[in-house]
C-alpha cells in the first residue's frame, strides 16, 4: 500500500497562486489513479481533479477547470497540484487520493489511500 503526505498549502489573496505537492511512499506510485480533493468547513468532501496512471490523461471539477492543473512524476512519486487566481471558495482542506480503478472518476468511494490534507485558505 501507499502512504501519501500533502504540502505546499497556506494563506494567499485572491487572485494569487500555490502549488500543493502529494509524495507517495511505500507503494508502487505509478500504478495508482491519482487525484485531488477538498473540503471546506461543514462542506462535504468534494472532487477537484484527477490524472491517469501513465499516460497523464485528466479531467477536472467545472469549478476548477482552466485555472487548476494536475500533474504527476512517476520517477519522484510525486503528485502536483497547481493553482493559479485562487477565489475565497477555493478555501478548503486539500487532499489527495490514491486509487487501483484505471478510469478517472470522482467518487471519494473508489479511492483507496488518502493523504492527512494541507490547509488552503484564500483571502478576500
Known amino acids: 500500500q501507499v502512504q501519501l503526505v500533502e504540502s505546499g498549502g497556506g494563506l494567499v489573496q485572491a487572485g494569487g497562486s500555490l502549488r500543493l505537492s502529494c509524495e507517495g511512499s511505500?507503494?508502487?506510485?505509478?500504478?495508482?489513479?491519482m487525484a485531488w480533493f477538498r473540503q471546506a468547513p461543514g462542506k462535504e468532501r468534494e472532487f477537484v481533479a484527477v490524472?491517469?496512471?501513465?499516460?497523464?490523461?485528466?479531467y477536472y471539477a467545472d469549478s476548477v477547470k482552466g485555472r487548476f492543473t494536475i500533474s504527476r512524476d512517476n520517477a519522484k512519486n510525486t503528485l502536483y497540484l497547481q493553482m493559479n487566481n485562487l477565489k475565497p471558495e477555493d478555501t478548503a482542506v486539500y487532499y489527495c487520493?490514491?486509487?487501483?480503478?484505471?478510469?478517472?472518476?470522482?467518487?471519494?468511494?473508489?479511492?483507496?489511500?488518502w493523504g492527512q490534507g494541507t490547509q488552503v485558505t484564500v483571502s478576500s
Open positions: 487520493a490514491a486509487g487501483y480503478q484505471p478510469k478517472l472518476v470522482r467518487s471519494t468511494t473508489a479511492y483507496n489511500y
Open positions: 511505500g507503494g508502487a506510485f505509478g500504478s495508482y489513479t
Open positions: 490524472i491517469s496512471r501513465s499516460l497523464g490523461n485528466t
